[in-house]
């Protein structure tokens, strides 16, 4: 039972890294990337749906990215989501192909970004001791109950901050290689 509630607050920690590792893929850093885009919600026909299911998404140069839409009809209603986004590019299309264009970022802006991450850090950090919290109340269900020994109780205990702590370093190393890349001239 120890395991089971161990390896639930595991999978829950690794499901926040991977949220965040998703969250700051859409911090623009200068360098053109898909992620930046890839979940855009466009709507066309009525129907909302993520511009990385309408079109291919390429980096034909490191400042540039390339949206090629699937059907030919979608590239006015991926402008105006790219234009309603809060990514502050403008759109140009040849007709066939959107080209986005990243500008060089500012330096005030770069500091701005770092703020941002670092505030999506600590989002995660929180969410990593919410799972530790859940499962810590799971553990003590299974103490009151006498399903576990107080001996297994402590032990399971210090396994869970183990595990907490590897995933709150990992969570500061993402954001430290974000600030990093986000600051890099």
């Known amino acids: 039972m120890i395991r089971e509630v161990l390896a639930d607050a595991e999978s829950r920690m690794q499901g926040a890294i991977t949220s965040l590792e998703i969250d700051l893929g859409g911090f623009r850093t200068g360098r053109a990337s898909p992620q930046l885009v890839e979940r855009l919600v466009v709507e066309m026909y009525g129907v909302e749906m993520p511009l990385n299911q309408m079109a291919s998404i390429s980096v034909p140069e490191p400042q540039q990215l390339a949206i090629r839409p699937y059907d030919s009809n979608a590239i006015s209603a991926i402008e105006r989501a790219i234009m309603k986004s809060d990514i502050g590019i403008m759109p140009n299309n040849d ?5 986005l264009t990243m500008p060089r970022l500012t330096e ?3 500091r701005d970004l770092s ?3 670092g505030k999506r850090v600590e989002e995660g ?3 990593v001791r919410n799972v530790r919290r859940d499962a810590l109340n799971d553990l003590r269900d299974l103490k ?3 399903m576990v020994t107080e001996d297994e109780f402590h032990r399971s ?3 869970l901050q183990e595990l907490t702590d590897k995933y709150i370093k990992e969570i500061d190393e993402i954001g430290k290689q974000k600030e990093a890349e986000i600051m890099e001239v």
Do not use: P, Y
Not at 95 to 99: H, L, S, V
């Open 157 to 159: 205990q210090d396994n």
């Open 95 to 99: 007709g066939k192909i959107i080209r």
């Open 108 to 110: 005030e802006r770069r």
């Open 125 to 127: 950090k929180v969410a």
């Open 115 to 117: 703020k941002l991450v």
């Open 144 to 146: 009151d109950e006498s």
